[in-house]
């Protein structure tokens, strides 16, 4: 396994909702670092390939000097040209297989899965660790309908790698999730739409680690 268990226990999304630009969604992310996100993935679907390149540079800096994996959401391409810890690709982007052959052996490779088939066909391909769900109704993707619990715990139990939770995830109803087999939970509005990001990532990762 390329990426160690416990740094998946609280897993950051990048959410521009507050941050209105680069330099202050970097600093939200330094402090969801400090505050205990062990792995951070830069999302960025509005941002120009050339800015998002430029923000990814920066962004795999950051977390390369505090200590965090740094993940781009999608892009490869990015992955690859910015030297970031991996990256992770939806069922309609590239194939975990063909990412692989990409990036290489050493970077880590998250697919999202949303049934047993799905889980099993990226674990096969090579895939690092999976992101299920929605979890619950999330306002970060219109298009994402809540999962249900038991195929939540039918993915973890059908794969050898770690599963976390995504879509719709906060303090309350964050403990819901709790004995599915998950290896931790991915927030963005969670963190990124406080006014304290490291307070709120402070608060989520106990939570994340009762799982």
Known sequence: MRIE???????????RVRA???AELLAQVAAAIEGGAGVV???????????????????????????????????????????????????????AARAREILGPGRIIGVSAHTVAEARAAWEMGADYLGTGAAFVTGTKADAKPIERETIRAITAAVDIPVVAIGGI????????????????????????????????????PLCRAL
């Not at 268990?5 to 959410?15: F, G, I, Q, S």
């Open 41 to 95: 993935q830069l999302r960025e679907k509005e941002l120009p390939y050339g800015e998002f390149l430029a923000e990814a540079r920066e962004f795999v800096a950051l977390c390369r000097s505090m200590g965090a994996v740094s993940i781009i959401n999608d892009s490869v391409e990015i992955a690859a040209e910015t030297g970031a810890d991996g990256v992770h690709v939806g069922q309609d982007d590239m194939a």
């Open 170 to 205: 906060s303090e309350a109803n964050l403990p819901q999730l709790g004995g599915l087999g998950l290896a931790g939970a991915a927030v963005a509005s969670a963190l990124f739409a406080r006014e304290d990001v490291r307070a709120a990532a402070q608060r989520l990762l």
């Open 20 to 22: 209105r630009s680069a």
């Open 5 to 15: 268990a416990e740094k998946l226990r609280l897993y950051a999304v990048t959410d």
